[in-house]
């Protein structure tokens, strides 16, 4: 079984604890990122979105799975399986060592994830406690004054990338 864990990074300026609105394991929060086929190895064209509390049953009728999916160009069967309790908020000293913070694990068979995107309803709070909620990152950048911290806040640079976990 191989598991790939979600690892994120960016540039936080004067902020901390970068995470899905409802944090880590939230059940509402939406992944975004492609498939690429374990067998022919075509990309998908199309993110695909996993969802915690939207499941599907499994092809083999063993319990539920996050998504089922044929690839297009060989017919090959995969499904995606969140696992939670592995994600962590990014924090102002991760980022500023340019370390990553794990996000969330997903257990592929048939598919490799890649190139995740960061999309909406993210939080954060700023390092004098102001807190920001539903933050839109898909544009790539978030950029705000705090009144609190009198100083300006700032996520860009977002990285993202899926470790392999045996
Ligand atoms: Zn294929």
Same mark, same amino acid.
């Not at 598991?3 to 609105?21: G, S």
């Given at each position: 079984?191989?598991?790939?864990?979600?690892?994120?990074?960016?540039?936080? &300026?004067?902020?901390?604890?970068?995470?899905?609105?409802?944090? =880590?394991?939230?059940?509402?929060?939406?992944?975004?990122? /492609?498939?690429?086929?374990?067998?022919?190895? &075509?990309?998908?064209?199309? &993110?695909?979105?996993?969802?915690?509390?939207?499941?599907?049953? +499994?092809?083999?009728? /063993?319990?539920?799975?996050?998504?089922?999916?044929? =690839?297009?160009?060989?017919? !090959? $069967?995969?499904?995606?399986?969140?696992?939670?309790? !592995?994600? !962590?908020?990014?924090?102002? $000293?991760?980022?500023?060592?340019?370390?990553?913070?794990?996000?969330?694990?997903?257990? =592929?068979?048939?598919?490799?994830?890649?190139?995740? +995107?960061?999309?909406?309803?993210? /939080?954060?709070? +700023?390092?004098?406690?102001?807190?920001?909620?539903?933050?839109?990152? +898909?544009?790539?950048?978030?950029?705000?004054?705090? $009144?609190?911290?009198? =100083?300006?806040?700032?996520?860009?640079?977002?990285?993202?990338?899926?470790?392999?976990?045996?």
């Amino acid at each position: 079984m191989v598991n790939y864990l979600l690892m994120i990074t960016a540039e936080l &300026e004067n902020l901390t604890d970068l995470q899905p609105q409802g944090g =880590c394991d939230d059940p509402n929060f939406s992944y975004y990122f /492609k498939l690429k086929c374990g067998n022919c190895g &075509e990309v998908t064209q199309k &993110e695909t979105c996993v969802t915690l509390n939207e499941t599907v049953p +499994s092809a083999k009728g /063993k319990g539920e799975t996050h998504l089922s999916q044929k =690839c297009k160009f060989c017919s !090959r $069967e995969g499904t995606v399986s969140m696992i939670t309790g !592995r994600g !962590r908020p990014l924090t102002h $000293e991760q980022a500023e060592a340019g370390k990553y913070a794990p996000l969330m694990s997903f257990d =592929c068979r048939g598919f490799e994830p890649v190139g995740f +995107s960061f999309g909406s309803s993210w /939080k954060a709070e +700023s390092l004098a406690g102001t807190k920001y909620n539903d933050i839109d990152l +898909s544009g790539g950048e978030f950029a705000e004054y705090d $009144e609190k911290g009198e =100083c300006p806040v700032m996520i860009s640079n977002l990285r993202a990338k899926f470790d392999v976990v045996k």
